[in-house]
């Protein structure tokens, strides 16, 4: 015990990113959840205290100009962009996960019905996704008239054929936390003619997503999870700029429309990523989210990945010392290039109650999750999370099931 504490200390004496946790809100407690809710910025609570007495008690409507309000969602996705690889201009940040799922997947099946005379009348949606994204294709499906296929990710080239218009995939798995393989299968349905919608909720401010890079074509994602947003703070769509001119969005606005001060009865789409949006925007979480985001001044994502993969090393090899054998297994790939950056550990005992496990962790000072039925999930955000946490986790761990 006394070597691997050692050498946590050691290394977090030689983390580059260690001092980033000075901008963050912290208490005592070992916070790995931080892949369900990020910690507070401690730059957020004054900016929401300006946001509310100054720009909305002082300015009142002149904020919408004098404040910048009016174009928050295009400058909030700019400052997204270089985190999920992305050039300005294509990330509009409003709505939730939800709502930009079911834009993006019906505004891809538009465009891929739009594409010559091939028949497209199926969507593919990852069989292993968040329970939501399933829901909502299958209601996409309905309302396009598709069919819609449920494959694992690792099933997807297999099962792509020319009546594919569209595939929802999750860049990591919210359960087990493993990595997918984000330019091969986007490449694959490039292959098939079809369009990929992403997930990137367990994985945008945790690891290198490459949207420009790989050619990926619609992208969404929450901002609550390593972006440290707050409970509830808006999503953001990510629109290739070659296809922006083709977006036909399911729920147009008047704030996404050409003149949204012109209350024109006929629809006409603004240029470029505004025309994803909806309606007016949530000012107060979407400023929160703006200040938030300071938290990220000067950060590589690069560094962040290699602090993530080091963190959860650790964290698996404490875990392998401290823990019984025979009282938890890891679902979280070895191999880093299926790993994002949470660890999931499956209870092995029928016996134990992986519930009960993570309310006796979370009395004793480690905030985890739990997912029914039987796994523990350990969410690592770089930002803040050190090395002695991982060790000290896995410590506190071992104790609850010894």
């Known amino acids: 015990m006394s070597e691997l504490k050692s050498r946590a200390d050691e290394l977090d004496a030689a983390d580059p990113l260690a001092e980033l946790r000075r901008r963050f809100v912290l208490d005592d407690a070992v916070y790995l959840d931080g892949n369900s809710l990020g910690a507070l910025p401690a730059a957020v609570p004054d900016r929401v205290a300006d946001v509310v007495r100054r720009q909305w008690g002082e300015l009142r409507i002149r904020s919408w100009e004098e404040s910048g309000w009016w174009t928050a969602p295009e400058r909030i996705g700019d400052r997204i962009a270089p985190l999920v690889g992305a050039a300005p201009g294509q990330i509009v940040v409003g709505d939730s996960t939800s709502v930009n799922v079911f834009k993006a997947l019906v505004a ?26 399933g829901y909502i294709a299958r209601s996409a499906a309905r309302m396009t008239g598709c069919t819609l296929r449920a494959v694992t990710p690792a099933e997807v080239p297999g099962a792509l054929r020319d009546r594919t218009a569209a595939v929802l995939l999750n860049h ?12 091969g299968l986007t490449a694959a349905v490039h292959g098939a003619g079809a369009y990929v919608v992403w997930d990137l909720c367990h994985s945008a401010g945790a690891l290198p997503v490459g949207l420009d890079e790989h050619g990926v074509d619609l992208a969404v994602g929450c901002t609550y999870k390593y972006l440290n947003g707050g409970p509830g703070s808006p999503a953001y769509l990510y629109v290739r700029s070659g296809l922006q001119p083709r977006f036909d969005s399911p729920l147009p606005g008047w704030t996404s429309h050409a003149e949204p001060f012109g209350m024109r009865p006929d629809y006409t789409p603004a240029d470029g990523a505004p025309r994803a949006r909806v309606g007016t925007p949530d000012i107060l979480s979407m400023l929160a989210l703006e200040a938030a985001l300071e938290a990220w001044d000067g950060v590589r994502i690069e560094a962040v990945r290699a602090k993530s993969l080091a963190l959860t090393d650790f964290f698996l090899e404490c875990v392998a010392a401290y823990v019984p054998e025979g009282r938890v297994e890891s679902l979280t790939p070895a191999a880093h290039a299926e790993r ?24 004793r000072g480690v905030v985890g999750d739990f997912r029914h039925p039987d796994v523990l999930r350990f969410g690592f955000t770089p930002l803040y999370v050190g090395f002695g946490d991982a060790e000290r986790a896995a410590r506190v761990l071992a104790g609850v099931l010894g």
Do not use: C, N, W
Request: charged share 30%; glycine share 8%.
């Open 172 to 183: 990591v798995d919210y359960r087990t936390g493993r990595l997918h393989d984000l330019p």
């Open 340 to 363: 994002g950056s949470q660890v999931a550990l499956r209870t092995v005992a029928a016996s134990v109650d992986a519930g009960d496990v993570m309310k006796r962790l979370v009395e």
């Open 108 to 133: 891809a099946v538009r465009m891929a019905q739009g594409d010559g005379d091939t028949v497209r009348d199926e969507i593919v949606v990852d069989a292993t996704t968040f329970p939501t994204d």
